[in-house]
């Protein structure tokens, strides 16, 4: 199957045909226009397909088949298919050869990390494009730079691209560059399985997009049924690209749970294992758990769309109550796959950089575990004022306001580990410690959103809006860039400029918060969200976030000339370990040989372990006297 | 490099442990999906909003029975004899997996022709929309166990591969269908017993 | 934290926490005595009154937590930094019992606090009854089964209002008489919508098939915002509206001249009833 022998370099346009990104984006494309035929096809004769003014079997079917062409193109069918016609079981798949390997299904890990960390980066900033947009529209209180209809799908994309997006923003990247590396492993467990997990997200982002040229998104990231029901072939990208990122999810956790479950090296016992993994195998578990539920109910308004079925249509027996349970069991579960890693990050950043052991280890464990079990029993705080059950609201405002104790576990970790610290501000710890910061105000406004009467204001409003940005951005995005900043020397082998990752820093940090805080503002002063118009005496206030927000998007800037710069004008190759950190990832020489390891380390001590007098080297890596493992 | 020589170094015991644990987690994936219809079943049931959830008053969709039993019957069949696989002597594995693939096919064939046959569509109210979106979907997943079992057929029958990571496959893939026979349970109950 | 300080000198416990005292001595008062009566919703309710001061208490517990991290992390950003080039390391304090168990009871006190006060005005008080409680509300004021009963029906993008005690007319602006219990009928008509009356410190849900009942007990005369607070479509930013806290003589002046108004179309509305099942509507847009 390999086409390109490596050894004699054939022309450029011969190495551009094979199994690659190239012939999937073609197979792709074909695949749409022979799936919106075959769906035609299967339209005529079924009266309640004819009954609407839209054929939306053919546009799944189109969405179906381009999906399946994508992935034939790329080369995911060999294997599957090999198999069947006998193909003896192999997990590795493409993992050597130059360049080009980026752009086509590779199994090793590393490989996927950085497609991950590119590819959901560009589609991260496509949804920052969308907020800016958005951001322009709401310097005035009328309608202005964009029609209301294009300025619900602009809210559309940007929220789904973004929640779509930043569920994989630190499992992606750095789980799977970094997991199997830091507990001693070669790969993950199912590599091919992981290489899958990236391809979906592209092929999902492009089929939101997709949404643009169909007449738009109507109903918010939430999508809500019976509104989705009655939307136009625009929801039908949104509910098949939410499938696939949902598929992409399952896969993701059931790989990085399997790996950290059975890959670990000898001696990585659970309490040495680094904190950035237990983070990700919480974040894991929700994924394989709640991921198949948002598969289901995408599922179940499709059929809606598609087939008619009345799941969610009253007149017919159906319940809008359905979708809101069904979303939000996966919902609630879906923002602590969002926070969850950010806790991982910063506790793994902190102890580098204040050169003390991580305070409380047990207890961060237990407090994402913690966390990871309660997120499955408060999804009915959304729902407080639906109308449902209105006498179980005590029990979820009750479970609502439990899950922040284990929460305030990760807090203490953070005031242990700085006591009597040697603090260093570099551009990670500075994420790290602002991502106290930040979570800090988004929690605590949590607490107002769990209470009841109080959600009678706040629920709907700008509120919301400025509780969920503070935890996502400010948390999740905030240990995002801190990940970014102390990993990819090790990723990419180059330093980044010091001086441009602060004036990036200091001009999100100080933006961010400029940006959201006065929006808490808004939503007391009875701001909806979702709106293009909003009271004349709340201009003020929204064009100073509109500028505050346009400040953001600069960093950002800042930040993508940064990468330019030290990535390919400087090139100033990173030091081993730059950061004297003990993580075992940072052990392994840059760039980080295919292998990972010459032999599999023997772990002989815990990744924290600064100051401690006579503590040994995190790992043996040469472990002579024990018989070889895995060469 | 080729893919052989590398999985030629992959211990075998640690590929054996990444098929059981991740067939232990596709499977609670899995169930978790079927929770959802599960949920919409019960609680659309129990809201039977504006009387409809049987569907119009004169027009009650009710599926055949006989098709009902016949693809439970497949299915706990194809579970079982790939479950019980695990349990005797791997010359025998050829002859299980390959009755567990037949009975899981006829079930998808039994399934199909019930569709073909149903007397009523996802048109006729919540109950309808929840037989055809739940059979549907389990039909997608029974699938799904089908290829597994007809790879895990091709390297029992080559011997490709180690024995324990073969075993372990015939074990994950038994662990997996008996999830699904517990869905079917689940399905059988309430699409044609409850309704 | 106090209880880390096992150390002697310097005594950064009691600094930090000697700091956090004065802060927190003078920002409660503030929250309480400035701030407080800017916190929404506005007074114009029993229920609304109920809620701001639900949302003060909870800004005074809140606002002295969050400073209690933000002095403890800027004091050890000053007095815990390293000085020097030097990469060195701190000392290696793996944990602390005592000031584990400390913050676990700590915070376990408070949220369980919050949680039980919350209940408690939730199902006791008027806090909660402005908020969409369903068909069987679980908080119901004394007399409510002598309220106003006033239909908020839904649908896009417009908001109508049906009076079943008098004559069931169907009318495009609300009104409410003062001091009298009303018990609000929201539903829809298509997707779902939320009624949100701001002042009133009303929300609720308004969703095809269910009839989502808020109470709310007018304290005094004036108008008040309603808008839709869940997204329903294009022109969910448009379905505002001003609504009226009439003086009960005013109210029966305007409804009877509304019932007069009325009184012709009345025959061809759909009878009144709790919910409406209108032919489902596909593809507005
Ligand atoms: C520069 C940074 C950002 C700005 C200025 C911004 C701005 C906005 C605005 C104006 C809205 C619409 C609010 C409304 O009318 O309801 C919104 C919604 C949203 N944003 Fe952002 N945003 C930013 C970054 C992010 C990021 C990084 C994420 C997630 C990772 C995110 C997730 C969301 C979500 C989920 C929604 C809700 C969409 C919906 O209502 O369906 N945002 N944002
Ligand atoms: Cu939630
Ligand atoms: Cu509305």
């Given amino acids: 199957m390999s086409a390109t022998p490596i050894a004699a370099q054939p022309p450029v346009w011969r190495r551009l045909i094979g199994f690659n990104m190239l012939t999937g984006l073609a197979l792709g494309i074909g695949g749409w226009f022979l799936g919106a035929w075959i769906g035609g096809q299967m339209a005529v004769g079924h009266p309640y397909l004819q009954g609407t003014d839209q054929n939306d079997v053919g546009i799944y ?108 923003f630190i499992l992606g990247p750095f789980g799977n560059y970094f997991v199997p590396i830091m507990i001693g492993a070669r790969r993950m467990a199912f590599p091919r399985i992981e290489a899958l997990t990236f391809w979906l997200v592209p092929a999902a982002g492009l089929i939101l997009l997709s949404a643009i040229a169909f007449g738009g998104i109507a109903t918010g990231w939430t999508g809500y049924a019976p509104l989705a029901d009655e939307g136009r072939a625009g929801m039908d990208a949104y509910v098949m690209s939410f499938i696939l990122i949902a598929i992409s999810l399952t896969l993701v956790g059931l790989n990085l749970m399997a790996t950290i479950l059975t890959m670990r090296a000898p001696g990585m016992s659970w309490t040495r294992l680094p904190i950035f993994v237990w983070s990700v195998l919480a974040t894991s578990i929700l994924m394989a758990l709640a991921a198949p539920v948002l598969v289901a109910s995408m599922t179940m308004v499709l059929m809606d769309r598609a087939a008619n079925t009345s799941f969610f249509v009253a007149s017919v027996g159906g319940s809008q109550y359905l979708y809101e349970n069904l979303f939000w069991f996966f919902g609630h579960p879906e923002v602590y796959i969002l926070a969850l890693p950010g806790f991982g990050i910063v506790l793994e950043i902190l102890p580098v950089f204040a050169r003390k052991p991580l305070w409380g280890y047990r207890l961060a464990v237990a407090g994402m575990l913690g966390v990871t079990l309660l997120s499955f029993m408060v999804w009915q705080h959304h729902l407080f004022v639906s109308g449902m059950n209105a006498g179980l609201r005590p029990f979820y405002m009750l479970t609502t306001e439990l899950i922040s104790i284990p929460t305030g576990f990760i807090f203490l970790n953070a005031i242990g580990t700085l006591w009597r610290a040697r603090i260093r501000f570099t551009v990670p710890m ?19 959103l769990s209470d009841v009467p109080s959600d009678v204001t706040t629920h709907g409003s700008y509120f919301v809006m400025a509780h969920f940005h503070y935890t996502i951005v400010g948390g999740l995005v905030f240990a995002f860039f801190g990940a970014v900043y102390y990993w990819l020397p090790k990723m990419l082998g180059f330093e980044l400029n010091e001086t441009l990752g602060k004036i990036h820093f200091w001009l999100f940090f100080v933006f961010f918060n400029l940006t959201f805080f006065p929006l808490f503002a808004a939503g007391f002063l009875d701001m909806p969200r979702r709106v293009s118009t909003y009271a004349p005496h709340l201009q003020t206030l929204n064009i100073f976030v509109s500028a505050s927000a346009y400040v953001i998007g600069l960093s950002m800037l800042i930040f993508i000339a940064n990468l330019i710069w030290s990535l390919v004008f400087v090139r100033q ?36 372990e600064y100051g401690v007098p006579n503590a040994p080297p995190v790992a043996d890596f040469a472990p002579g006297a024990l018989p070889a493992a895995g060469r | 490099m080729s893919a052989a020589t590398v999985d030629a170094v992959e ?77 005797v002597a791997p010359e025998m594995w050829r002859a299980t997996e390959w009755a567990a693939l037949a009975l899981a096919l006829a079930a998808v064939g039994l399934q199909c022709a019930q569709f073909s046959s149903l007397g009523f569509g996802p048109t006729d109210a919540a109950y309808a929309s929840v037989f055809v979106g739940w059979s549907g979907l389990f039909t997608v997943f029974l699938l799904g166990m089908c290829y597994w079992l007809a790879t895990v057929i091709g390297d029992v029958t080559r011997a490709s591969g180690t024995p324990v990571v073969r075993a372990a496959a015939v074990e994950g893939a038994g662990f997996v269908l008996l999830v699904l026979a517990g869905v079917e349970i689940a399905a059988f109950i309430l699409l044609y017993v409850v309704k | 934290m106090t209880t880390i300080a096992g150390e002697p000198v310097p005594r950064h416990g009691v600094r930090i926490f000697a700091i956090w005292l004065v802060l927190t001595a003078i920002a409660v008062p503030l929250i309480v ?47 815990f930094r390293e000085t020097t080039d030097a990469i060195v390391d701190g000392p290696p304090i793996k944990g602390h019992a005592g000031a584990q168990l400390l913050w676990i009871v700590l915070t ?29 509300p679980a908080a119901k004021p004394t007399g409510y089964q002598h309220a106003l009963p006033v239909q908020v029906i839904g649908q896009q993008w417009e908001w109508t209002f049906r ?123």
């Avoid at chain 2, 075998?12 to 219809?37: H, K, M, T």
Wanted: include cysteine.
């Fill in chain 1, 573 to 608: 190759p990173a030091a081993e370990n730059p950061w004297v950190s003990r993580g075992l990832e940072w052990q392994v020489p840059t760039p980080v040989p295919i292998e990972n390891f010459d032999r599999i380390p023997v772990i002989t001590s815990g990744p924290y």
């Fill in chain 2, 11 to 87: 211990q075998p015991d640690i590929l054996a442990r990444n098929i059981r644990v991740g067939s232990r987690i596709w499977a609670a994936s899995q169930a978790f999906f079927f929770l959802a219809f599960f949920f919409a079943f019960l609680y659309l049931r129990a809201l039977n909003t504006s009387g409809m959830w049987r569907g119009w008053p004169h027009h009650h969709p009710s599926p055949s029975i006989a098709f009902g039993v016949a693809i439970l019957v497949c299915v706990l069949g194809s579970a079982a004899i790939a479950r019980s696989a695990a349990l």
């Fill in chain 1, 61 to 168: 079917m189109g969405y179906l088949f381009a999906v399946i062409g994508w992935l034939v193109g790329l080369g995911f069918a060999n294997y599957p298919i090999g198999r069947l016609l006998g193909r003896a079981p192999s997990l590795r798949h493409h993992e050597t050869g130059s360049w080009t390997r980026y752009f086509r299904l590779c199994t090793d890990h590393k490989v996927v990390g950085i497609q991950y960390l590119f590819g959901v980066g560009i589609f991260f900033f496509i949804g920052g494009l969308n907020a800016m947009l958005m951001r322009t529209e709401l310097l005035r209180p009328v309608e202005q730079a964009w029609p209301a209809s294009q300025y619900l799908t602009l809210v559309s994309l940007h929220g789904t691209m973004m929640i779509m997006m930043t569920s994989a």
């Fill in chain 3, 163 to 285: 009076y079943p005690t008098y004559g069931g007319i169907e009318t495009r602006d609300l009104a409410i008489p003062e001091h009298t219990l009303v018990a609000f009928h929201v539903t829809s008509l298509d997707v779902t919508h939320s009624f949100w009356a701001y002042e009133l410190g009303v929300k609720a849900d308004a969703v095809p098939g269910v009839d989502n009942i808020a109470y709310v007990n007018p304290r005094h005369t004036g108008l008040f915002q309603i808008r839709c607070a869940e997204l329903c479509g294009l022109w969910h930013g448009h379905m505002s509206k001003k609504g009226r806290i009439l003086a009960s003589s005013a109210f029966q002046a305007w409804i009877s001249a509304a019932q007069k108004k009325n009184a012709s179309i009345v025959k061809y509305l759909p009878k009144y009833s709790r919910v409406y099942y209108p032919a489902p509507l596909r593809r507005a847009g």
């Fill in chain 3, 33 to 79: 005595l400035v701030l407080g009566p800017h916190l929404p919703p506005p007074h114009m309710t029993v229920e609304s009154v109920d809620q701001r001061n639900a949302n003060i208490v909870m800004t005074a517990l809140l606002v002295p937590i969050a400073l209690l991290v933000l002095v403890y992390f800027i004091y050890s950003f000053v007095f």
């Fill in chain 3, 108 to 136: 376990s006190t408070i949220v369980l606090a919050l949680a039980v006060w919350g209940s408690y005005t939730l199902i006791a008080g008027a806090h909660g009854a402005g908020g969409g409680q369903g068909p069987d």
């Fill in chain 1, 430 to 448: 500075l994420f790290a410690l602002a991502f106290f910061f930040n979570f800090l105000i988004g929690g605590l406004s949590g607490i107002f």
